[in-house]
């Protein structure tokens, strides 16, 4: 066999111990806890850059993330894993503004720690009464016990859940639907009702952060001091008595242990995943797309994400980010990213006059001062998380032997399932039963 353009082989022909396919976050955290407990360990990754979603460019001078992505600093695996002090992390306003039909906008969240969503809270005309009420009730129900107790036991999606709740058919529309909708990028609310739970208590009890150089901060953290080989696309994995052979852009490889840590809808396919399997690893994909602008000055001071509340159209979520990174803008200038539903159809130039001519609601003729930059057409953000999801969810251990799955199918599809799924599967290979028994989000 061939080592590939730089393996470097070892004594029984293996480019390394263990060759981890993939460095998003998944597989950067396997690796590191299998080298910090002293496994040689390679990475490939097909791209050229680390952190697979999460990451962040430079674009004419600009810095932006690919995509809109903030980390729950409560996530139980964030904790653990990453220096919070050296990603020197911006925590974003614990509040939202509702852009609702009309040009009506409202200010709603946590008065605790941003009091200006306390007459939004007690006024917005999202919430009736008593959907306030139950929302008092639905905060200190999810602030009892452990959040990861909140994913596991019987589940329904969070819409027939709020609304069993005794919630309004407005609030969904109107306040549910935008929030949390727009955050798992599900406008129906068909997403597990325990999956909703957890994110609201994480959202009561921590923030959302974002490191003030860029996502890609995370990875780069991860990362340090591993051997990660970029540019290099794993095509097919082969058993060979007590090895794998990995097919590589960059020739054969073999390795004792491999872990497959990419996207989902790419790990089934390396996994030979056959229809019908009961515990699938492709199962879908979410997608969105990212429109990146620049102007001479924001068009508002808003430093909140503001949720576009009306049921039809393309925006989802808008946030102008000079307001919160002025470090990452050069001069005095505006930079604001809106998320679109989904990948509609047209070149950049056509998506750019589609969210423009939204925008134009909300910003007037101003908005020809938005100059587009950048845009980001994600097919697979997340993976859906309907009700029950949980019930069928695969393992670490793959039926090809000595291959292990990394992924965030393997519990939430997010950062914290991330890191957990890199955590597990090399926990699987050391045999460590304490991490291996860790409940699913904790
Ligand atoms: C725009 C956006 C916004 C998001 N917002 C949030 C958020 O706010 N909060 C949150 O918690 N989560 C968010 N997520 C989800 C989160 O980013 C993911 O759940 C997480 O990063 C998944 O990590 P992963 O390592 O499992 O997979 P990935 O990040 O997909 O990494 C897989 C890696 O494998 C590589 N790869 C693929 N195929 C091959 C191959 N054949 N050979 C070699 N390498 C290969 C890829 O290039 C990639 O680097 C968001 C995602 C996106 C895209």
């Known amino acids: ?106 200010l709603l969240g946590d008065p605790r720690r941003d009091p200006a969503a306390l007459p939004g809270d007690l006024t917005a005309s999202a919430l009736t009464a008593a959907d306030r009420l139950h929302a008092a009730r639905l905060a200190a129900e999810v602030l009892a016990g452990p959040a990861h107790a909140l994913l596991s036991g019987p589940d329904t999606s969070t819409r027939e859940f709020l609304l069993g709740r005794g919630f309004s058919e407005r609030s969904l529309e109107r306040f549910f639907s935008p929030f949390f909708g727009g955050l798992v990028i599900d406008r129906e609310l068909k997403t597990s009702a325990n999956l909703f739970r957890y994110y609201l208590r994480l959202l009561i009890t921590g923030d959302v952060a974002i490191p003030r150089r860029g996502m890609s901060e995370l990875p780069r953290q991860l990362a340090a001091g591993l051997n990660v080989q970029r540019g290099v696309r794993v095509h097919g994995l082969d058993s060979a008595g007590q090895s794998v052979i990995l097919r590589t852009s960059a020739g054969e490889m073999r390795a004792a242990q491999v872990i497959v840590a990419t996207d989902p809808p790419t790990a089934a396919r390396l996994l030979n995943e056959t229809p019908n399997e009961p515990r699938p690893v492709g199962r879908g994909s979410l997608s969105s797309t990212y429109l990146h602008f620049r102007a001479p000055q924001a068009l508002e001071p808003q430093p909140r994400l503001q949720l576009n509340a009306r049921p039809s159209g393309w925006l989802n979520q808008v946030l102008w980010l000079d307001q919160v990174f002025p470090n990452r803008v050069p001069g005095e200038r505006g930079l604001l990213i809106a998320s679109l539903w989904g990948i509609p159809e047209g070149d950049d130039a056509a998506l750019g006059e589609l969210a423009v001519a939204e925008l134009r609601d909300w910003y007037g003729d101003a908005v020809h001062t938005l100059d587009l930059l950048a845009v980001d057409r994600i097919a697979h953000v997340q993976y859906p998380q309907p009700a029950s999801y949980a019930d069928s969810l695969p393992g670490h251990s793959t039926a090809l032997p000595n291959v292990f799955l990394a992924s965030e199918v393997t519990s939430l599809s997010g950062i914290q399932g991330a890191l957990e799924s890199g955590e597990k599967a090399a926990a699987a290979i050391l045999g460590d039963l304490e991490v291996l028994s860790r409940p699913r989000g904790a």
């Open 1 to 106: 066999m061939t080592s590939g353009t730089s393996g470097i082989v070892g004594a029984e022909g293996l480019t390394a111990d263990i060759i981890v396919v993939g460095a998003g976050l998944a597989g950067l955290c396997a690796a590191r806890t299998l080298q910090r407990a002293g496994r040689q360990v390679r990475v490939l990754e097909a791209s050229e850059h680390l952190g697979g979603r999460v990451w962040s460019r430079e674009a004419e001078g600009y810095t932006i993330d690919a995509g809109f992505l903030g980390m729950f600093t409560d996530y139980p695996a964030a904790r653990r894993q990453f220096d919070y002090d050296a990603l020197d992390l911006i925590i974003l306003k614990p509040s939202a503004v509702l852009r609702q039909e009309g040009g009506v906008t409202e």
